[in-house]
């Protein structure tokens, strides 16, 4: 069993459900200290996060993941416990093995492999690793950015290890990603008796209109690197559950998943204008998850290319398809970030699973994206 697959088990079998972490990054700091890399545990709230870095000066590429995982869902289904990393035909099965525990052992057995070549490597190489973003990301990689701020400290450039690819490892990395804006809108009219509707205003009727030109709206043509801005309906709620009542007030779920054409305040504008258009009263909150980001090109988009050709014989394609990664966060403090790691297939799903052979070939990817920067640049 190599090293990397053999941490990957020993990560799975910690239950690290969202926000808890199971010990799972003492583990992690446990084996990077060992090579030079000092560990901060930054507790926020309840949740666990830590900082490592080794070196003092230089460039710093930063490793960044979570250690928590979704829930597993009936464990009756899944054909062998997801929480005992099971192999079987080549895969390895458990919660967590694709998203993301394999890139975490991966990233840390390729940084002991580089060290072990270049002891005095110039440059400092950094984790940044929470357990919140499976969840709310409210007290992980943003407090942690911000602690970090506090510092002084800068990351030049982020490799984010969430499972980008789709077929075979390596085909897909994420040069950016798109913004998500969700909005809860109340549409108030007056609650009556269904026989007597000239008493009562009924919301879902006014609502049909106004939400019928939402869906149809064009919001941007995108992109080269972002299709088209999204707008879905998530959820709708109205009435009270008699057949015989008019509702008072209709509640409507929906999401933003937007490009660089737009932003979060001109989205907001052109919805409120829409709304207004169809004589409506109502009220709306909004909850903005992340900007759009991207980095088009730059010195670590070009080195993942290169990994990838030279490690894995592939030409990668660059996407910013999906939803949301903690890189959001990142990127805005002026970093480069780029999202590579496992198949994504499986994730979130029963049987979760992971290739054992590309989680040899995934830290040594990550190891030859370190020499790049580090070494061939330096």
């Not at 357990?131 to 942690?144: F, K, L």
């Not at 008796?193 to 009562?200: D, G, K, S, T, W």
Request: aromatic residues 6%; glycine residues 10%; negative net charge.
């Amino acid at each position: 069993m190599s090293d990397t697959l053999e941490l990957c088990c020993e990560l799975i079998r910690r239950p690290s459900v969202t926000p808890e972490d199971a010990g799972c990054q003492a583990l992690m700091m446990e084996r990077l200290v060992k090579i030079g890399f000092a560990c901060e545990p930054l507790r926020f709230g309840e949740v666990d996060n830590f900082w490592a870095q080794r070196g003092e000066s230089g460039p710093l590429l930063v490793f960044a993941g979570h250690t928590d995982v979704v829930p597993t869902g009936p464990e009756q289904e899944w054909h062998s416990p997801p929480f005992e990393p099971t192999i079987k035909d080549g895969m390895l099965y458990g919660r967590g093995a694709a998203d993301m525990k394999g890139s975490l052992a991966a990233m840390v057995v390729a940084c002991e492999q580089f060290v072990a070549q270049h002891p005095d490597h110039p440059g400092r190489i950094g984790f940044l690793i929470t357990s919140d973003e499976e969840g709310p990301a409210v007290d992980g990689t943003v407090r942690v950015l911000q602690w970090l701020q506090q510092q002084g400290q800068s990351i030049d450039w982020c490799v984010v290890g969430e499972p980008s690819s789709t077929e075979r490892l390596g085909d897909v990395i994420k040069n950016g990603r798109r913004g998500s804006l969700g909005a809860l809108l109340r549409i108030h009219g007056i609650q009556g008796h269904i026989a007597y509707p000239r008493l009562a205003d009924n919301p879902i009727h006014r609502a049909l209109p106004a939400l019928a030109a939402l869906c149809a709206e064009t919001w941007d043509s995108g992109n080269e690197f972002f299709p088209p801005t999204s707008m879905q309906i998530s959820n709708i709620n109205g009435g009270t559950g008699a057949s015989n009542v008019i509702p008072g007030v209709l509640e409507v779920m929906f999401n933003f998943r937007f490009s660089t054409e737009l932003t979060a305040a001109e989205l907001q504008q052109r919805t409120a204008a829409l709304l207004d258009a169809h004589d409506l009263n109502y009220g709306i909150e909004w909850s903005l998850s992340g900007e759009p980001f991207l980095n088009a090109q730059g010195e670590l988009v070009e080195a993942t290319i290169a990994s990838i050709r030279d490690c894995l014989q592939l030409e990668t394609q660059l996407s910013t398809a999906g939803g949301t990664s903690d890189g959001r966060f990142i990127a805005p403090t002026g970093a480069q970030v780029v999202e590579v790691g496992p198949i994504n297939a499986s994730i979130h799903k029963l049987n979760e699973e992971v290739r054992c052979a590309d989680l040899e070939a995934l830290s040594g990817l990550y190891r030859d994206i370190i020499q790049r920067l580090l070494i061939k640049a330096s």
